[in-house]
């Protein structure tokens, strides 16, 4: 069984700040993923990043990162200079075997 | 551009109405798909895995016979509400998947049963 932990159900950050979105995990699998998805308040799924269990480096796209922790078990989002459009809910995911189980998610707003 | 088309986005109808939704992975063939129910503010629930040509495989808790799913091909799920209620109201997503690559979501389905 894999489980997904988000702590915090609601931030808020100022424009132009960096934002970390904290995610923990348990699994008994070997080899797992873990993602993050954005949803805005339109309700589509954006996928943001992906990070191998497997990867010894911690992935990064544009203005989002991860840092991994594969000894503590977390996965946290890390996003850069925050812009309005990144107000939405923030899911943490993790996967093994093609199956997502997701954290109960994190509400990101961004001030002006 | 969307990768997963899902149609339609959004169906009122009355109670005892069959609703289909429809989920097409437009520029992959996706071996297998996932339907989600999300209640609002909360997390996305995984309903069914369905995979093309075979019966779908439902999570503990899911009604078979509420939930039809049909995969019929590597391109096209469907989900079909049968006698809808107003407790099935819900935001339905579906996701397509192939190997070596995350999940692709559609844009949901927003379901209101009167």
């Known amino acids: 069984a894999q489980k997904i932990t988000q702590t915090q159900p609601g931030m808020f950050v100022q424009e132009k700040e960096a934002v970390t979105l904290d995610c923990t995990y348990d699994t008994s699998d070997p080899s797992y993923g873990l993602f993050w998805y954005k949803q805005p308040s339109s309700g589509e799924m954006i996928f943001l990043i992906y990070?191998?269990?497997?990867?010894?480096q911690n992935a990064t796209e544009g203005r989002y990162s991860l840092n991994f922790q594969k000894a503590r078990k977390s996965a946290n989002l890390v996003i850069s200079a925050s812009q309005l459009g990144d107000s939405a809910m923030y899911f943490c995911a993790i996967g093994g075997d093609y199956k997502l189980s997701f954290g109960a998610g994190t509400t990101v707003t961004v001030r002006a | 551009g969307a990768v997963v088309s899902q149609h339609p986005s959004w169906v009122i109808c009355k109670s005892g109405t069959s609703v289909k939704i429809e989920c097409r992975s437009l520029?992959?063939?996706?071996?297998?798909m996932f339907w989600y129910r999300q209640f609002p503010k909360q997390s996305l629930m995984l309903m069914a895995t369905s995979n093309e040509g075979s019966k779908a495989t439902y999570e503990q808790g899911v009604e078979k016979d509420k939930f039809l799913i049909n995969h019929a091909s590597l391109t096209l799920s469907t989900l079909t509400v049968t006698s809808a209620h107003p407790e099935d109201s819900s935001f339905y997503i579906c996701?397509?998947?192939?190997?070596?690559?995350?999940?692709?979501f559609g844009d949901g389905t927003r379901l209101s049963i009167l």
């Open positions: 520029d992959f063939q996706a071996t297998t």
């Open positions: 996701s397509a998947s192939r190997r070596d690559q995350p999940q692709h």
């Open positions: 990070q191998g269990s497997y990867d010894q």
